[in-house]
T-cell receptor
Framework: DADVTQTPRNRITKTGKRIMLECSQT?????MYWYRQDPGLGLRLIYY???????NKGEISDGYSVSRQAQAKFSLSLESAIPNQTALYFCATRDRGRDEQFFGPGTRLTVL | LAKTTQPISMDSYEGQEVNITCSHN???????ITWYQQFPSQGPRFIIQ???TKVTNEVASLFIPADRKSSTLSLPRVSLSDTAVYYC??????????????FGTGTQLKVEL
């Protein structure tokens, strides 16, 4: 079983709809991250969390919100989706004091 | 945030050594350089991290000169399975806590027979 899972893997929605992307991990890591990936732009950090009570904005947080429901779960929400939020979204985890981030398989979101 | 710049693509042949350079002119004193590999339809996977001079692990080496304005990922004897996108990441800490992470735009490496 994968250590970092994302649901759904693919989602097509319409402009103005509320969307939630979920991330779960079984690695026991305290740090979790949400990125989006666009062609030609690499990965950009949206939000990150060091523990359940710690949420931080990343480079491109406008239009997004997050919730850390438990150490193992970190959700990303688009309150009112717009077409330029069409992208590939990745969740990642990292253990405190370690170098490596572990990425989930990604969620491909299309906003029409 | 330290901006990183990489070549868009590189081609190589099996068995050759591949060196991918990343430029990070405004890297901060406490930034580390990390490289990730990404295959299609998968999340990035950690390769190596370093601060300065040379770091080597079982899959790659990372060279960072004294001025730290660039870094080079070296992949020895590549194979077809090394065909992927490689990302350079400048990673450091913000004053008061928290992380700052900036991924480069990636280098598409294509390995042929």
């Amino acid at each position: 079983d994968a250590d970092v899972t994302q649901t759904p893997r693919n989602r097509i929605t319409k402009t103005g709809k509320r969307i939630m992307l979920e991330c779960s991990q079984t690695k026991g890591h305290d740090r979790m991250y949400w990125y989006r990936q666009d062609p030609g732009l690499g990965l950009r950090l949206i939000y990150y969390s060091f523990d359940v009570k710690d949420i931080n904005k990343g480079e491109i947080s406008d239009g997004y919100s997050v919730s850390r429901q438990a150490q193992a779960k970190f959700s990303l929400s688009l309150e009112s989706a717009i077409p330029n939020q069409t992208a590939l979204y990745f969740c990642a985890t990292r253990d405190r004091g370690r170098d490596e981030q572990f990425f989930g398989p990604g969620t491909r979101l299309t906003v029409l | 945030l330290a901006k990183t710049t990489q070549p868009i693509s590189m081609d190589s042949y099996e068995g050759q050594e591949v060196n991918i350079t990343c430029s990070h002119n405004n890297i901060a004193t406490n930034d580390y350089i990390t490289w990730y590999q990404q295959f299609p339809s998968q999340g990035p996977r950690f390769i190596i991290q370093g601060y300065k001079t040379k770091v080597t692990n079982e899959v790659a080496s990372l060279f960072i000169p004294a001025d730290r304005k660039s870094s080079t990922l070296s992949l020895p004897r590549v194979s077809l399975s090394d065909t992927a996108v490689y990302y350079c990441l400048a990673e450091g800490r913000l004053t008061g806590g928290g992380n700052k992470l900036t991924f480069g735009t990636g280098t598409q490496l294509k390995v042929e027979l």
